[in-house]
C-alpha cells in the first residue's frame, strides 16, 4: 500500500491499481499539491463536512477524474446535486463495494453540519485501512479490529478538535493494526503535538509499528 501524506488528515492511498483519496483538504496549508495536481482519482472518501476535510476539493477531484464520492448520505446527496456523476450515499454500518475496493462507514464522534461525522473501513485485496476522521475515542473501536482485520489505522493525535496521544494511543491499542500512522496535529497551534510521543508510546507495547510521516511524504506502507 502507498500511501502520500497530504498534510491534516488528508491522504492518498495507491494499491491494487486503485487511488483513494480520503479528506483531501488541498487548500489546506499543509498540503503538497492542489486540485488541479491531481490526474487519477477511483474513490474520493469524505469524513464529514468540515472544510478542514476537503469536501469541496472532492467533489472537484471527483468531477475531473470520473471518481466516485462516497460518504454518508447527506453529504453525499450534496455532493451529487453540486454535480458529482457517481455518488454513494452510504449511512452508518453499510458498506459498498466499488470496483474491487469494499467501503464501509462507521460512526465517529465528532460534530458535523450535514448528516453525522464518520469514518471509513476500507477492504483493498492486499489489506484494509481504518481512517476514523475526526474523533474521540470510543470502545468500539475493538469490534472495528476484531471484525475488519484492519492493517492500516490513521489516527488524530491532535487534542482540542479530536482525540489526543493518551486516547490515541488506547485507540491503536483497541484497533490493534499492523501499523499505524498519526495524523491531524500541528496544522494550527491549537492541535501542536509530538508524535515522538506517540511513537514511543505505541512502540513500547510492542504490537504496532508507528510510521511518522510528513506532509508531502510518499512511503510503501509494508502490510
Ligand atoms: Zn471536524
Do not use: R
Not at 483531501?24 to 487519477?40: A, H, M, Q, R, Y
Not at 487534542?159 to 490515541?168: L, N, R
Amino acid at each position: 500500500m502507498q500511501v502520500t501524506y497530504l498534510g491534516h488528515a488528508s491522504f492518498s492511498i495507491k494499491s491494487d491499481g486503485k487511488t483513494i483519496f480520503v479528506d483531501p483538504w488541498l487548500n489546506g496549508p499543509t498540503s503538497p499539491i492542489k486540485v488541479g495536481d491531481v490526474t487519477e482519482a477511483d474513490l474520493c472518501l469524505v469524513t464529514h463536512d468540515h472544510g478542514d476535510h476537503g469536501y469541496a476539493e472532492a467533489v472537484e477531484i471527483c468531477k475531473k477524474t470520473g471518481a466516485t464520492f462516497v460518504a454518508i448520505n447527506e453529504l453525499a446527496l450534496k455532493a451529487k446535486e453540486d454535480g458529482v456523476e457517481n455518488v454513494h450515499t452510504l449511512n452508518i454500518g453499510g458498506s459498498v463495494e466499488v470496483g474491487g475496493v469494499t467501503v464501509t462507514l462507521v460512526q465517529a464522534f465528532h460534530s458535523s453540519t450535514l448528516g453525522t461525522p464518520t469514518g471509513f473501513i476500507v477492504k483493498l485485496p492486499s489489506g484494509t485501512f481504518y481512517h476514523p476522521g475526526d474523533t474521540g475515542l470510543f470502545y468500539d473501536m475493538k469490534l472495528f479490529g476484531e471484525l475488519y482485520d484492519i492493517d492500516l489505522f490513521f489516527v488524530p493525535i491532535g487534542s482540542y478538535y479530536v482525540m489526543g496521544i493518551k486516547e490515541a494511543v488506547k485507540a491503536t491499542e483497541l484497533v490493534g493494526p499492523k501499523v499505524v500512522i498519526p495524523m491531524h496535529f500541528d496544522t494550527f497551534p491549537a492541535i501542536a503535538a509530538n508524535p515522538k510521543q506517540f511513537y514511543q508510546k505505541v512502540t513500547d507495547k510492542g504490537k504496532t509499528k508507528v510510521e511518522i510521516m510528513k506532509p508531502g511524504e510518499t512511503k510503501e506502507i509494508d502490510i
